[in-house]
Every structure is written in structure tokens, then in C-alpha cells.
């Protein structure tokens, strides 16, 4: 019995010239979070044509996190990289919490 690996293909990610400025700028910004820095990191490579196991080599990271910011990304533009909201129990402390 022949074992068979799937081999499918990346999402293509295209993106035009502000979009990639804001990428640059994120990953540039000694302000920005880590995270931010990675998924756009992450855009950036793939809008370069590279493959998800070579993005995920070069910046140490698994493949299921490149497949999943690069489809994201592929599938609602930049606002793909911002957190998805979480269920559960709001936060019970910030602006206009009584503590």
C-alpha cells in the first residue's frame, strides 16, 4: 500500500502598492506588536510568491500558522490580520468598568 502526501496549493496573495507600504511600515515600527510584525511578515512573503513551507522556514514558525494568516489575508484583505473577536465572558476591567 502506496502512501500519498497531498500537495495542494497556497492561496495566492496578491497586494498593490499602499497596502504593502502599511506592511513595511508595521513590520519597520519598533512600536508595533510582535504579532502584527509576524502576519505582515507573513503577507509580505507570500505576496513575493513564496511558498508556505519556505516562509515558514525563514521566519521559524509552522506552516498551519503561515497557511492560516495568508488565507485570512487572502480572503478579507487587511482587516484578516487584525485578532478575530473571542467568545465568552467580556473583560471586566478597563474604561468604564466600576473595580
Known amino acids: 500500500m502506496r ?6 496549493t497556497a492561496v495566492a496573495v496578491s497586494i498593490d502598492r499602499q ?3 502599511r506592511l513595511v511600515k508595521t513590520v519597520a515600527s519598533a ?6 510584525v509576524l502576519r ?5 512573503a507570500a505576496a513575493d510568491g513564496l511558498a508556505n513551507g519556505a516562509i515558514a522556514r525563514e521566519l521559524e514558525i ?14 478579507l484583505g487587511p ?3 487584525r485578532d ?4 465568552g465572558r467580556p473583560k471586566a476591567y478597563g474604561p468604564g468598568r466600576a473595580w
Do not use: D
Not at 505582515?40 to 509580505?44: G, Q, R
Not at 506552516?63 to 480572503?75: D, E, I, M
Open 3 to 8: 502512501s500519498e502526501r497531498w500537495a495542494g
Open 19 to 21: 497596502v504593502r507600504e
Open 31 to 36: 512600536k508595533s506588536e510582535v504579532r502584527a
Open 40 to 44: 505582515a511578515k507573513i503577507v509580505l
Open 62 to 75: 509552522s506552516v498551519n500558522t503561515v497557511r492560516k494568516w495568508r488565507g485570512r489575508f487572502a480572503a
Open 79 to 81: 482587516e484578516g490580520l
Open 84 to 87: 478575530a473577536e473571542r467568545p
